[in-house]
């Protein structure tokens, strides 16, 4: 990890870097960039920063879009996929002052950093700790279209069910949703996972474990846990590891929540846990499941608001083709031990004290997680606050499986948003949460409830290849 602008010199040298690339992300949670000459790269660069079009990451108006990018030194690392070496770093984003740049509150990276102050300052709890599961499925080919008078998808993998029977074909493609940690000869992928996985150890992302996942062609590599901040840092770079390393080996990497009907979707489900003072915050023997009070709160907190959060955990429309029954994806909200079906699952395996935690098992990677972890983080904060008792509350704890339950007893049980205009409805009634100690902009808010609509929209009016299957006859 760079410290100082002269670290960062002596290892441009050392390591003959020509090359100074500049990441910054959007509203939405892509990544753009711009690079540098090596030598261009001054201590002004660094303090001062680099200015940009701010209208064009969706961020500011045209008439007030001049911003300054500062690079994070701590960031950098030999970018893998670039044929002239190249150090890559990230950073933040700032508006121009009369007197000094300021940092842009609506920005995801400041949002995520002003979360974290926020709760220092609650005095609840100095460290957030999350460990994200990340799930994606390799193709070998994927094409679609938008037209007019036409439109549709198609996508292909060697280890794909529906290729059996195919001429040429060698008797081992995965099973119809059996796919979960499968050997090779079905699991094909395996070496470029592990490729990957060294890949992301060499830019400081501690890999936990992979496997394949459910569907086929379907994959997860999970990580050890960060701080939020860095931990969404990670994730960007994670999903630009496995999308560029599957393109270098002639494949295509996708984190669509739900790209083929009728196999597993794929989520991001985000394990959690809290220190103060190096001490672990969500640990008590004697409650439930080996949970603390704080931590049964922050549980509530996270419950209470999940249906709002959704808006930025599960921001696509393609999310809620995921969230629904027979899948193991979570579709009521409620708390429990080991219960997959629950959207906040408690692992029964994690029981020392500083490994204490839960997961919340709705979010996919469609999200920007700059926001959706910070959003996740003030719902539990709030919890804690207000001593939101998930029990007290009508959460549970839901020790049995959720998908089971009679028509009867589904309607006592409150459910997650089913579309997402529900959740953007459910972001409007349900943000003070999310403004609390100046976290969230209103401006923010109101601006991804509106970018997000616009997707819908297109969505909603866009004719589909199963509504002529259902309807064109009629």
């Given at each position: 990890?760079?410290?100082?602008?002269?670290?960062?010199?002596?290892?441009?040298?050392?390591?003959?870097?020509?090359?100074?690339?500049?990441?910054?992300?959007?509203?939405?949670g892509?990544?753009?960039?711009?690079?540098?000459?090596?030598?261009?790269?001054?201590?002004?660069?660094?303090?001062?920063?680099?200015?940009?079009?701010?209208?064009?990451?969706?961020?500011?108006p045209?008439?007030?879009?001049?911003?300054?990018?500062?690079?994070?030194?701590?960031?950098?690392?030999?970018?893998d996929?670039?044929?002239?070496?190249?150090?890559?770093?990230?950073?933040?984003v700032?508006?121009?002052?009369?007197?000094?740049?300021?940092?842009?509150?609506?920005?995801?990276?400041?949002?995520?950093?002003?979360?974290?102050?926020?709760?220092?300052?609650?005095?609840?709890?100095?460290?957030?700790?999350?460990?994200?599961?990340?799930?994606?499925?390799?193709?070998?080919?994927?094409?679609?279209?938008?037209?007019?008078?036409?439109?549709g998808?198609?996508?292909?993998?060697?280890?794909?069910?529906?290729?059996?029977?195919?001429?040429?074909g060698?008797?081992?493609?995965?099973?119809?949703?059996?796919?979960?940690?499968?050997?090779?000869?079905?699991?094909?992928?395996?070496?470029l996972?592990?490729?990957?996985?060294?890949?992301?150890?060499?830019?400081?992302?501690?890999?936990?474990?992979?496997?394949?996942?459910?569907?086929?062609?379907?994959?997860?590599?999970?990580?050890?846990?960060?701080?939020?901040?860095?931990?969404?840092?990670?994730?960007?770079?994670?999903?630009?590891?496995i999308?560029?390393?599957?393109?270098?080996?002639?494949?295509?990497?996708?984190f669509?929540p739900?790209?083929?009907?009728?196999?597993?979707?794929?989520?991001?489900h985000?394990?959690?846990?809290?220190?103060?003072?190096g001490?672990?915050?969500?640990?008590?023997?004697?409650?439930?499941?080996?949970?603390?009070?704080?931590?049964?709160?922050?549980?509530g907190?996270?419950?209470?608001?999940v249906?709002?959060?959704?808006?930025?955990s599960?921001?696509?429309?393609?999310?809620?083709?995921?969230?629904?029954?027979?899948?193991?994806?979570?579709?009521?909200?409620?708390?429990?031990?080991?219960?997959?079906s629950?959207?906040?699952r408690?692992?029964?395996?994690?029981?020392?004290?500083?490994?204490?935690r839960?997961?919340?098992?709705?979010p996919?990677?469609?999200?920007?997680?700059?926001?959706?972890?910070?959003?996740?983080?003030?719902?539990?904060?709030?919890?804690?606050?207000?001593?939101?008792?998930?029990?007290?509350?009508?959460?549970?704890?839901?020790?049995?499986?959720l998908?089971?339950?009679?028509?009867?007893?589904?309607?006592?049980?409150?459910?997650?948003?089913?579309?997402?205009?529900?959740?953007?409805?459910?972001?409007?009634?349900?943000?003070?949460?999310?403004?609390?100690?100046?976290?969230?902009?209103?401006?923010?808010?109101?601006?991804?409830?509106?970018?997000?609509r616009?997707?819908?929209?297109?969505?909603?009016?866009?004719?589909?290849?199963?509504?002529?299957?259902?309807?064109?006859?009629?």
């Open positions: 990890m760079l410290k100082n602008f002269e670290e960062a010199k002596l290892f441009i040298e050392e390591n003959d870097i020509k090359m100074i690339d500049f990441r910054m992300i959007d509203l939405n892509r990544w753009h960039h711009l690079t540098i000459p090596a030598e261009r790269l001054t201590e002004h660069t660094m303090t001062s920063g680099i200015g940009f079009d701010g209208s064009n990451y969706g961020f500011a045209v008439e007030k879009s001049d911003m300054v990018f500062i690079p994070d030194l701590s960031s950098a690392a030999i970018d996929f670039c044929e002239i070496k190249t150090l890559s770093m990230i950073g933040d700032r508006i121009i002052g009369d007197k000094e740049n300021i940092p842009f509150n609506q920005e995801p990276r400041n949002v995520s950093k002003r979360a974290e102050e926020y709760m220092k300052e609650t005095g609840i709890a100095d460290t957030f700790l999350l460990g994200p599961e990340f799930e994606f499925y390799v193709f070998d080919e994927v094409s679609f279209a938008n037209k007019p008078n036409g439109c998808f198609s996508v292909d993998g060697e280890e794909a069910f529906w290729n059996n029977g195919e001429i040429g060698m008797g081992f493609q995965t099973p119809h949703q059996g796919g979960y940690h499968i050997a090779p000869p079905q699991d094909i992928a395996y070496d996972r592990s490729r990957i996985s060294m890949l992301m150890e060499n830019q400081g992302i501690k890999v936990k474990y992979h496997h394949h996942e459910v569907g086929s062609a379907q994959m997860e590599i999970e990580v050890e846990f960060a701080p939020m901040t860095e931990m969404a840092d990670k994730t960007m770079l994670t999903k630009y590891i999308k560029n390393e599957a393109v270098m080996e002639g494949k295509t990497a996708t669509m739900k790209p083929i009907y009728g196999e597993a979707g794929s989520g991001m985000v394990h959690m846990l809290m220190f103060k003072d001490k672990p915050v969500f640990y008590d023997e004697n409650g439930y499941s080996g949970l603390s009070q704080t931590a049964l709160y922050f549980i907190g996270i419950l209470r608001h249906p709002a959060i959704c808006a930025f599960n921001p696509s429309t393609n999310s809620y083709k995921r969230l629904i029954p027979g899948f193991e994806a979570p579709v009521t909200i409620g708390y429990a031990t080991a219960n997959r629950a959207v906040i408690i692992p029964a395996y994690a029981k020392t004290p500083d490994k204490k839960f997961e919340l098992r709705n996919d990677a469609t999200c920007n997680p700059y926001y959706c972890y910070a959003a996740i983080l003030m719902a539990g904060l709030d919890g804690v606050k207000n001593k939101i008792d998930p029990e007290k509350e009508g959460y549970g704890p839901y020790d049995f499986n998908y089971n339950l009679s028509d009867e007893e589904k309607k006592k049980i409150k459910g997650l948003p089913k579309s997402l205009g529900s959740a953007l409805k459910a972001l409007e009634k349900d943000h003070d949460f999310l403004t609390a100690g100046g976290v969230f902009p209103i401006e923010l808010i109101n601006l991804w409830i509106a970018n997000r616009k997707d819908l929209a297109k969505h909603v009016s866009m004719p589909t290849p199963m509504e002529y299957e259902m309807y064109y006859d009629l």
